[in-house]
């Protein structure tokens, strides 16, 4: 049987397709917003290169080592993209028929299968080898109650270093997904009750409300997380990897949605939006560590999703709609996903363990070998694992 629109499903980064049904109130653009999809390969391939250059002990200079640092930022503000996309691309495909426990049911198989895999990759590393997220040995230092809270993903509810990094650093935005996606349900009528008139002062309120949270983290002090990351841990833990810290900027997104759906968005310049996500990196360097981790970017990256959706619904020609970038766009929660496992499994057997490099060494490195491999994993993850799970499982 050849599937309807309504039960057509595209592959988009663990999201619903990005289908509207006949009859929503205030939809008058297309059904697909196709350059949401392209948009997501920019933010995975930002999230790897932070990552690939940022490896602990790579470089040799012990001064552009510290430089490195400066790259977490992209990443960080790139997993607010992801959340904020979340929350529109949810409330733009919503389904009036649908009920809880179907959405959850679909929500569950996007996810779990490419998680499942990096997990268990992972996992063998944790025990057979002590890897960590440092990519240090830490012997027999771990936790199998952490094994099992990283899998299940109730890790981030824990403020321990243990559980936050598990065999799959990258999963503890997927367990904020994960309660975004437990809330959805209950989350939307909400969002739908907002008055046409009250939309805009409702977006500005959660962007507000998402900065508070680093400053309440300001609060808490104590040691520091990593080395690499000099930022004490209970304020990492409230500002950046607390599920309901980050709810704002879901909300966000789902606010944007009915902003689009209502006709209410006011065309942007990309030469004047674009800039705004490097021009608020800048401002880290007179603001506290814990900025650079959590809902401070949420308004710049809003900007950008609203306008790139809202392109896609006044017909404005957009490269993100291209095939080559909706392809990679598809691929890209497999990136996200496997692109650190990967990392741990070449410093382990290909990379000589603790060795260091020169500059151009480390770079040749990581532009011929690290990101190479992990783009491969991802395209075997996609079309191995993540395809036919939704296939089979999700309809």
């Known amino acids: 049987m050849n599937p309807t629109p309504e039960d057509h499903v595209d592959i988009r980064d663990g999201d619903e397709a990005i289908v509207r049904q006949p009859g929503d109130a205030g939809t008058t653009g297309p059904a697909r917003l196709p350059s949401l999809t392209g948009i997501r390969i920019f933010a995975a391939g930002l999230v790897l290169v932070a990552h690939a250059f940022f490896l602990p002990g790579l470089y040799a200079d012990a001064a552009v080592q510290k430089g490195t640092s400066a790259l977490v ?185 009915r902003i689009l759906a209502e006709g209410l968005w006011r065309p942007l310049r990309t030469g004047v939006i674009l800039p705004l996500p490097f021009l608020a990196i800048g401002t880290l360097a007179v603001l506290p560590p814990v900025f650079a981790f959590g809902p401070y970017f949420a308004l710049p990256v809003a900007l950008i999703v609203g306008e790139v959706a809202s392109r896609d619904v006044r017909g404005v020609p957009s490269f993100l709609r291209r095939p080559a970038m909706i392809y990679l766009g598809d691929r890209s929660f497999a990136l996200y996903m496997i692109h650190y496992v990967v990392i741990m499994y070449l410093c382990r057997f290909v990379f000589t363990p603790g060795a260091t490099f020169s500059v151009p060494v480390a770079t040749a490195l990581i532009l011929l070998v690290v990101i190479p491999v992990s783009l491969g994993a991802a395209w075997l993850l996609h079309r191995s694992v993540e395809r036919p799970a939704v296939r089979r499982l999700a309809g």
Not at 220 to 225: A, C, H, T, V, Y
Request: net charge positive.
């Open 73 to 257: 930022p992209l990443a960080t503000s790139s997993v607010t993209l992801f959340f904020v996309l979340s929350g529109l691309v949810l409330t733009w495909s919503a389904r009036p028929a649908d009920t809880a426990v179907r959405f959850w049911r679909r929500r569950f198989v996007r996810i779990f299968s490419n998680h499942a895999v990096a997990w268990a990759l992972g996992s063998a590393l944790v025990i057979g080898y002590g890897i960590h997220v440092n990519l240090v040995s830490l012997g027999d230092d771990y936790s199998p109650l952490a094994l099992l809270g990283n899998l299940f993903l109730v890790q981030n509810w824990v403020p321990s270093k243990e559980f936050l990094l598990g065999p799959n650093p990258l999963a503890w935005s997927l367990a904020c997904e994960f309660f975004f996606y437990l809330l959805f349900p209950f989350l939307l009528p909400l969002v739908r009750r907002i008055p046409v008139h009250k939309l805009r002062f409702a977006a500005g309120v959660l962007v507000l409300v998402g900065l508070s949270v680093p400053v309440l983290a300001l609060l808490l002090q104590g040691p520091d997380f990593l080395p690499t990351v000099p930022v004490p841990s209970d304020q990492i833990w409230l500002a950046y990897f607390l599920p309901a810290a980050r709810l704002p900027e879901f909300v966000l997104g789902m606010v944007l949605a």
